[in-house]
């Protein structure tokens, strides 16, 4: 049974940089045929589509936000990770880390429960 | 403003039939294929249907998903209390390259 688990800061500060991660049970990131990304979800903004890794290096990002997401895959620990940059209010969301469905790299089919991340000084 | 419009409230009765709808764009609708969610408050948005009509294990045929060119559709029928939550579109946007959804529809079950 597939679960995963973000961790994080709940409060950041703005210009700060965000790192949170995704822990993952019940399914090898590196052995898998899917890609695994994040998502955010906010008032203003609705759900918005971060980005997506595959474990055999395509990558694939929102362009709006490509200069400040990176994810990065760590297999030892079976987890994957989010860095944004440069922060600001618009950043405030609940974060979700997700699985991406079968032929596609950006529709989630199992979600972690999110991670409200607020930025305020 | 979403780049996918959803009606921003629906209700029903119990048993009753809803139909929740989702317009887009000949770049993201109808070019591409359909994903709707649907989202508890306070818990993360479950995948109900993918590829425009298909249902992943263990969503009942309840569900149903449909499109016809930038009109797609989430039908859901013989509805239950607890299909109160919001639901969502999504598709993949060919000259945004990215996802785009729609901003939700609340339904209510009365």
């Known amino acids: 049974h597939l679960q995963l688990q973000e961790s994080g800061p709940g409060l950041v500060k703005p210009s700060e940089t965000l790192s949170l991660t995704c822990a993952v049970s019940?399914?090898?990131?590196?052995?898998?045929?899917?890609?695994w990304g994040w998502i955010r979800q906010s008032p203003r903004k609705g759900l918005e589509w971060i980005g997506s890794?595959?474990?055999?290096?395509?990558?694939f990002y929102r362009p709006s936000l490509k200069s400040r997401a990176t994810i990065s895959l760590d297999t030892s620990r079976n987890q994957f990770s989010l860095r944004l940059t440069s922060l600001t209010a618009a950043d405030t969301a609940v974060y979700y880390c997700?699985?991406?469905?079968?032929?596609?790299?950006?529709?989630?089919?199992?979600w972690g429960p999110g991670i409200l991340v607020t930025v305020s000084s | 403003q979403s780049d996918l419009t959803q009606p921003p409230s629906a209700s029903g009765t119990p048993g009753q039939t809803v139909t929740i709808s989702c317009s887009g764009t000949?770049?993201?609708?109808?070019?591409?294929?359909v994903h709707w969610y649907q989202q508890v408050p306070g818990t993360a948005p479950k995948l109900l249907i993918y590829?425009?009509?298909h249902r992943p294990s263990g969503v009942p045929d309840r569900f149903s998903g449909s499109k016809s060119g930038i009109l797609a559709s989430l039908a859901i029928g013989g509805l239950q209390s607890e299909d109160e939550a919001t639901y969502f579109c999504?598709?993949?946007?060919?000259?945004?390259?990215?996802?785009?959804f729609g901003g939700g529809t609340n339904l209510a079950v009365l």
């Open positions: 997700a699985k991406m469905g079968q032929s596609t790299h950006w529709a989630p089919d199992q």
């Open positions: 019940g399914d090898s990131i590196s052995g898998s045929t899917y890609y």
């Open positions: 890794f595959h474990s055999r290096g395509s990558n």
């Open positions: 000949s770049s993201n609708v109808e070019r591409g294929t």
């Open positions: 590829g425009d009509h």
């Open positions: 999504a598709a993949w946007d060919d000259v945004l390259n990215v996802p785009v």
